[in-house]
T-cell receptor
Framework: KQEVTQIPAALSVPEGENLVLNCSFT??????LQWFRQDPGKGLTSLLL?????REQTSGRLNASLDKSSGRSTLYIAASQPGDSATYLC?????????FGAGTRLTVKP | DAGVIQSPRHEVTEMGQEVTLRCKPI?????LFWYRQTMMRGLELLIY????????DSGMPEDRFSAKMPNASFSTLKIQPSEPRDSAVYFC??????????????FGEGSRLTVL
């Protein structure tokens, strides 16, 4: 069964810092990996989708990488801002389902 | 362009009552998922529909839970009778047609259920 782990569970950084969130998964047989952002009391907003044949995707200050062979993905956030404070979840698609990690709760202090 | 629409946003009910949650996927999307999110268990898939047909309902916790998709633009998740342990946020999500395995998943805002 696919297991998804996110480290760290929580992270607090000062504004302007570059940071990396980690996601690992146990089974490399996936169709894609997706990073989401969730604000308190809200739904999940898709940030980046990486297909299994891709190595990375970029959107603005965000860059996500995928290494299927090692079962790892990273989300890089450049020049963090207080508005980036949220919970970040990664999810992998083994088949019909998407398996989610527990998330990393990010706080960016002004 | 409207996203995935869920109702109600909040529901408070008493144990034993029937609860019906509703979802309207993004127009044209033909794959629909129901998820449940709790602090203890995170996000769990309950059921997945493709072209209105249930494909995988192995995540439905027990017979008290049922889901239907009578047409491409509407789905319901029903809990009868409800129990306090059903308290959670229930999310609906959809994927564009022809991309049920590779497509981007779009979520609604969720329905927060509290069973007293």
């Amino acid at each position: 069964k696919q297991e998804v782990t996110q480290i760290p569970a929580a992270l607090s950084v000062p504004e302007g810092e570059n940071l990396v969130l980690n996601c690992s998964f146990t089974d490399s047989a996936i169709y894609n990996l997706q990073w989401f952002r969730q604000d308190p009391g809200k739904g999940l907003t898709s940030l980046l989708l990486i297909q299994s044949s891709q190595r990375e995707q970029t959107s603005g200050r965000l860059n996500a990488s995928l290494d299927k062979s090692s079962g790892r993905s990273t989300l890089y956030i450049a020049a963090s801002q207080p508005g980036d404070s949220a919970t970040y979840l990664c999810a992998v698609r083994p088949f019909n389902d998407m398996r989610f990690g527990a998330g990393t709760r990010l706080t960016v202090k002004p | 362009d409207a996203g995935v629409i869920q109702s109600p946003r909040h529901e408070v009910t008493e144990m034993g009552q029937e609860v019906t949650l509703r979802c309207k996927p993004i127009s044209g999307h033909n794959s629909l998922f129901w998820y449940r999110q709790t602090m203890m268990r995170g996000l769990e898939l309950l059921i997945y529909f493709n072209n209105n047909v249930p494909i995988d309902d192995s995540g439905m916790p027990e017979d008290r839970f049922s889901a239907k998709m009578p047409n491409a633009s509407f789905s319901t998740l029903k809990i009868q009778p409800s129990e306090p342990r059903d308290s959670a946020v229930y999310f609906c999500a959809s994927i564009p047609p022809g991309r049920s395995n590779t497509g981007e998943l779009f979520f609604g805002e969720g329905s927060r259920l509290t069973v007293l």
